[in-house]
Structure formats: structure tokens, C-alpha cells
């Protein structure tokens, strides 16, 4: 069994931050990437940021310079520090791992709005 549990979505208004940590437990071994979809209402999930397990880190071009994927390997956690919050940034945050196949947190709800 392997959980994640997401924490840290809110609502916050344009301009704004907010910090999205995902912890992940149970049987794990040989992570090869971590990172976080998003998906908007109405449109598809997407890839937001991910971070693998050489070290390397990719980025949607729309959050590029705004948000900031790190990984804390002793504690099988990986975060997502987001500033300059745009309303097209709302929807809900999914933090993933791989190992043997995509492992899916719950999802955390970010809304940016006045």
C-alpha cells in the first residue's frame, strides 16, 4: 500500500502564495519521479512540475519563473512553493510518484481570486 497525503491548497488572492507539500508512505522504493498535475474545471489535467530522480526538473512553460518544485528524500515528501498566483493557476493540485506505475494523492483545491 502507498498513500499520499497533499496539504496546503487554500484560497489566495492574485499576487499571492502558497506552498503544497505531499507526503508519501507505505511501501516505497525506487521513486523515479514526483511532482504535481493540476486540473482546471472543465479542462484536462496537466502537468505542472516534476522532479526526477537524477535530479532533473521539468516545468509547464506557464509556471515557469513563478513556481518551485524540491524533494526531501529522507522523508519521501515533495513540495511545491508557488508565488505570483494567477487566477488561470485554480484547480485542483494532484501530487503523484512513480515507482512501478503513477501512485495519485487525493487533490488539494487552489482557488486565486479577489
Known amino acids: 500500500q502507498v498513500q499520499l497525503v497533499e496539504s496546503g491548497g487554500d484560497l489566495v488572492q492574485p499576487g499571492g502564495s502558497l506552498r503544497l507539500s505531499c507526503a508519501a508512505s507505505?511501501?516505497?522504493?525506487?521513486?523515479?519521479?514526483m511532482g504535481w498535475y493540476r486540473q482546471a474545471p472543465g479542462k484536462q489535467r496537466e502537468l505542472v512540475a516534476r522532479?526526477?530522480?537524477?535530479?532533473?526538473?521539468n516545468y509547464a512553460d506557464s509556471v515557469k519563473g513563478r513556481f518551485t518544485i524540491s524533494r526531501d528524500n529522507a522523508k519521501n515528501t515533495v513540495y511545491l512553493q508557488m508565488n505570483s498566483l494567477k487566477p488561470e493557476d485554480t484547480g485542483v493540485y494532484y501530487c503523484f510518484i512513480i515507482m512501478s506505475r503513477y501512485y495519485w494523492g487525493q487533490g488539494t483545491q487552489v482557488t486565486v481570486s479577489s
Open positions: 507505505g511501501r516505497i522504493f525506487s521513486i523515479g519521479a
Open positions: 522532479i526526477i530522480s537524477d535530479g532533473s526538473i
